[in-house]
């Protein structure tokens, strides 16, 4: 197997098909550019350990460096591609540089969206790359306070973080409950429960409408239920925006991020696009979505570089289930399946000595998903019940749970 493969964006992704290339036999020439000036790093450690503990780069790296000379991979760094030729398979760089290849994978990622609120320029800190997480972690210190805009995934283990290190956390969030839409009722209780027993106030059914900055330094922020919060620093965790553009005018399908099949294959022959900057049509045909975890990122990576190679990929992204996890206050959430839009959620194991719980997601009766906290193991096994819930699953089920 011989070619070329032009990879554009290097983190799970990007790193990903690069590995996964090399490990069914790939022998050619394999090229990686990124905007970011830094080796390949992940980013689930940016709002958990990078503010709380080891803040250095060697703690986050994909792989150390001499992994990619023996790979026999180019990583160009520290450059953006700002065009892609579709049709000659060509992309054009920042530098002015134009590399072309036989296969050409997108894998762009997405960036933080912006906190666009009146006065709030220059104000409002994001956090997606390792240089966002050395920034907010200068301005972190004990006993100052912490606006939070957005109580997702980010909005929420920026809380935990800033706790963690004894400042004060406030979550901002326009929804009734923090992480409502993605985990249900039951559960974005249990996990506001969880935030309040660690101390972060949490003011919700409100956004924003305006900062200004005081004299003393201190932030206002005006919320649109007529109150308002001081803060040190403000953080907005408002999702993300994939980051196309660049792609734009090239003939792949670009609409919310990088339409593919469920191979990663765009509508331009040899181009491909996997993990946060993809929208991968799901194996029943049903909605085409992007995936914004780890877990979709590196699948989607061994699914395209399996196309590439020509090979049947072990397990086909129909087979995939949707995993996320997120370290909060100590503990681990994790979710698999489907656990968004649901209303039968049943609690299936507690242990309130250790904090510990999981609910069972069903939809029409039957088991669509589960999430939980503190739960590691069992979570796990419901990998096998959930790709098998006809009949005898329920007994499954229960082996699981006990
Ligand atoms: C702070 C944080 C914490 C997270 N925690 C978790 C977690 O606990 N669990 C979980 O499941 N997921 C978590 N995620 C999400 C997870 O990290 C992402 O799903 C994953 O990083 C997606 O990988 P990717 O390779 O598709 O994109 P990205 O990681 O976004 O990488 C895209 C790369 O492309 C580069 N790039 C962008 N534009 C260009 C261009 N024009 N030219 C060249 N290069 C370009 C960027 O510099 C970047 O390196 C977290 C994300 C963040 C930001």
Redesign the pocket.
Known sequence: MDGSVLI?????????VLNELRRLGFNGQITL????PEY?????????SVLTGDPSIDGVLLHQRPHYDGLKAKIIRA????RLDGERREVE?DSGARISADFIVI??????RPFLADGAQGLVLT???YC??MRLRALLQPRISVAIVGGG??GA?VASSVRAIGADATIIERDPLPLERVLGTTVARRVASLHEAAGVVQVCDTGVERIRQMLSGRQYLELANGTSIEADVVVAGLG?IP?V??AAGSGVEIDNGIFCDGSGRTRMPGIYA?????RWQSHDGGHARR???????RE??RIVAHAIAGAEPEKAWGAFLP?????LHGRRLQALGRTSGIDDVRLAFENPDKGSFLYEYYEAGNLAGVAGIGVAGKITRYNHVLTDVGEGARTKIEETVN
Request: proline share 5%.
């Open positions: 554009v964006g290097a983190s799970v992704a990007g790193v990903g550019v990124d905007s970011d390949p790093y992940d980013r689930p450690p940016l709002s958990k450059s953006s591609a700002i760089l894998a762009t990622g997405s960036r933080a956090l997606r790359s966002d997480a995934f980010i283990e993300n980051n553009e660049w996997a993990g946060d900057v993809a995936h914004e975890h780890w877990t979709a990122a989607q990576a995993y996320f996890w997120s370290d």
